[in-house]
Every structure is written in structure tokens, then in C-alpha cells.
């Protein structure tokens, strides 16, 4: 136990490390886009880790977390649409209207369970989506375009996001703080309430936990951190359209916490940097890739219990 603990934490800080030292390597080797690349990766494993927060360690299958990214990225887009570009402005309330959805389609969705539950997240989700559709004043289906980064100024302070590498690592350190943060989460009365519920609701219940809130509480902070990745990635792309909240880039988000492996710390990076790379080179490589992506990911699932994350263990105990 101790060897397989101490390997995975051997590669956890590999990965890290190689994020840390991409903006010198990616030039290095004369393929700077990869800079880009992998700042977008970032971006979708702060989501995966917060979907994985109430699907793998609370057991809630939602279907529609792109909502939350979506609604973080549009409040951006739409301050600067308005030439409001003060992140001390910006960001605060893309997470409380994040959060605030979140506690909305969270308490509603609830109440099911199962398939049920599923189907209402996906619903809620969709809802947000054609609200951007139907948004004509903000660009509808051909998006908007944000022509200035979040600036921050206040008393002197001006902190500029403006400089690729700047932003890479504010992206970088965001990840890190959510990493921890969530850790130190799942492993408090609350985060192990959660498990519990996940593990046997009923149980709790006749204890007199409120499980309900706790699962509540969880859906929450989980919506605002996709929020916040949403809000990085409209920074970064410097454009949002309703695609980015659409149905299949919660299927897509799904499937990185998936690959990782659900209910673990570092799965969901680890499946958004495979999710990612692996269709990067695929589809530099031939334009039909996802007739090669799709029976892999099928494998994945079928074969690799517990994700990527999974094999690593297997090989350890076996070797």
C-alpha cells in the first residue's frame, strides 16, 4: 500500500512538474502550441476535478456541468461586451451566478434519483444552452468575441493577464489551489458525509445526518469551480458560444473524470491530459480520428476499471 501510494505520488508531481516547465519545454523542442495546449488542459481538469466532486465522490451522475462553465465564460463575455473588464468585478460574479444555478438546478434535481436524476440535470443544462441560443443581442449561435482580458486594478494594484505566460501560470497556480482545496475537502467531516451518502443514503439518514444539504452543499461548490474554469477559458480563448455548454461537453467532461478515475484526487487531470493530448495527436494525424478516438475510449471503460488511475494500481500489484 504504502509502494502504490508512493508511486502515484511520484507520478502526480511528474505531471505537475511537466505543466510547471511546458511554456520552456513546449518552445524547446519547436512546438510552442503545445503551451496552448496544455493551459487548455488545465482549464478542463479544474472542471473534471469539480464534476468529480459530486460524481465520483458523491455518486451524482450529472449530465450537465458544461452549464456552469458556460455561464461562468458568458458573465465574462458579457461585462466586456459592455466594456465593464475589471476582474475584481468580473469574476466574482460569474461565480455567484454559477453557484447560484448550481443551487437551483441542484435543489430541483435532488429530489430524484437515478436515471431520473440524469435526465433533469441534462434538461436544466439545455435550458442554459438555448438561453444562449436565443441571445441575439450576444451573438446567439456564432458566439461573441472578447476583445479585452480581465483587468485587474484596484488601489494601485494592476495585475495583467494580458501576457500569455502570465496567464499559463495564474491558470497553473488556480489548479493547484483547487487541488488542494478539494483535497482537504473530501477528506473533512463533510467530504467523508458525502462518501457515506454516496456509499448508503438511507443509513445516514436514520442517523440524522442531513444528507440532502451536504449533497446540496457539494453540487454547489462543484458548479462554482466549473464557473471558474468557464471563466478561464473565455479569458483564455477570448471567445464563448453556446457550444461550450452544450450537451456533449458535459458528456466529454464526463468522460475525462471517467478515464482518470472517479473518486480519486489526481484521476480527473489525469483523464483531461489524456483526453486532450491523445485527440490532439489523433486528429493532427488523420481527420477521421474519432473512428480511432471512440473504440478507445470504449475500451477504457469496458476494461480499465477504475480509469487510468486503475491500471496503476493493478500494475502494482501485479508487479
Known amino acids: 500500500?504504502?509502494?502504490?501510494?508512493?508511486?502515484?505520488?511520484?507520478?502526480?508531481?511528474?505531471?505537475?512538474?511537466?505543466?510547471?516547465?511546458?511554456?520552456?519545454?513546449?518552445?524547446?523542442?519547436?512546438?510552442?502550441?503545445?503551451?496552448?495546449?496544455?493551459?487548455?488542459?488545465?482549464?478542463?481538469?479544474?472542471?473534471?476535478?469539480?464534476?468529480?466532486?459530486?460524481?465520483?465522490?458523491?455518486?451524482?451522475?450529472?449530465?450537465?456541468?458544461?452549464?456552469?462553465?458556460?455561464?461562468?465564460?458568458?458573465?465574462?463575455?458579457?461585462?466586456?461586451?459592455?466594456?465593464?473588464?475589471?476582474?475584481?468585478?468580473?469574476?466574482?460574479?460569474?461565480?455567484?451566478i454559477s453557484g447560484l444555478a448550481a443551487l437551483l438546478f441542484g435543489a430541483l434535481s435532488l429530489r430524484t434519483r437515478g436515471v431520473y436524476f440524469i435526465m433533469i440535470t441534462l434538461a436544466f443544462a439545455q435550458m442554459v444552452y438555448f438561453l444562449g441560443v436565443s441571445a441575439d443581442k450576444y451573438g446567439s449561435n456564432d458566439g461573441m468575441n472578447i476583445w479585452n482580458r480581465s483587468e485587474f486594478k484596484i488601489s494601485g494594484l494592476n495585475f495583467s493577464i494580458?501576457?500569455?505566460?502570465?496567464?499559463?501560470?495564474?491558470?497553473?497556480?488556480?489548479?493547484?489551489?483547487?487541488?488542494?482545496?478539494?483535497?482537504?475537502?473530501?477528506?473533512?467531516?463533510?467530504?467523508?458525509?458525502?462518501?457515506?451518502?454516496?456509499?448508503?443514503?438511507?443509513?445516514?439518514?436514520?442517523?440524522?445526518?442531513?444528507?440532502?444539504?451536504?449533497?446540496?452543499?457539494?453540487?454547489?461548490?462543484?458548479?462554482?469551480?466549473?464557473?471558474?474554469?468557464?471563466?478561464?477559458?473565455?479569458?483564455?480563448?477570448r471567445f464563448v458560444s453556446p457550444d461550450m455548454m452544450d450537451w456533449p461537453r458535459s458528456g466529454e467532461l464526463m468522460f475525462m473524470v471517467i478515464m482518470g478515475g472517479m473518486g480519486t484526487l489526481m484521476g480527473p487531470v489525469l483523464g483531461a491530459t489524456a483526453f486532450l493530448v491523445l485527440s490532439e495527436v489523433l486528429s493532427s494525424l488523420t481527420i477521421h480520428w474519432h473512428l480511432i478516438f471512440g473504440p478507445l475510449l470504449i475500451i477504457l471503460v469496458l476494461y480499465a476499471r477504475g480509469g487510468l488511475g486503475g491500471i496503476i494500481d493493478r500494475g502494482q500489484k501485479d508487479g
Not at 505520488?9 to 512538474?17: A, M
Not at 488542494?180 to 457515506?196: D, E, H, P, T, Y
Not at 442531513?210 to 464557473?227: D, E, R
Request: net charge positive.
Open 162 to 237: 494580458d501576457d500569455s505566460l502570465t496567464f499559463y501560470y495564474l491558470i497553473f497556480f488556480i489548479l493547484v489551489l483547487i487541488v488542494f482545496l478539494v483535497r482537504r475537502l473530501v477528506n473533512s467531516r463533510f467530504g467523508m458525509a458525502i462518501q457515506g451518502a454516496r456509499s448508503n443514503e438511507s443509513r445516514l439518514e436514520m442517523l440524522g445526518v442531513p444528507t440532502y444539504i451536504y449533497k446540496l452543499t457539494a453540487f454547489v461548490i462543484s458548479g462554482v469551480i466549473c464557473g471558474l474554469a468557464g471563466i478561464l477559458q473565455a479569458n483564455f480563448e
Open 1 to 96: 500500500m504504502r509502494l502504490k501510494k508512493k508511486v502515484q505520488e511520484i507520478g502526480v508531481s511528474c505531471l505537475f512538474i511537466l505543466f510547471a516547465v511546458m511554456p520552456i519545454l513546449a518552445p524547446a523542442i519547436g512546438e510552442a502550441f503545445y503551451v496552448d495546449v496544455f493551459a487548455r488542459i488545465m482549464i478542463w481538469s479544474i472542471a473534471a476535478v469539480g464534476l468529480n466532486l459530486v460524481l465520483g465522490y458523491g455518486g451524482m451522475i450529472s449530465f450537465g456541468h458544461a452549464a456552469y462553465i458556460g455561464l461562468g465564460g458568458y458573465t465574462i463575455a458579457i461585462f466586456s461586451f459592455h466594456e465593464i473588464n475589471n476582474g475584481f468585478i468580473q469574476w466574482p460574479v460569474a461565480l455567484l
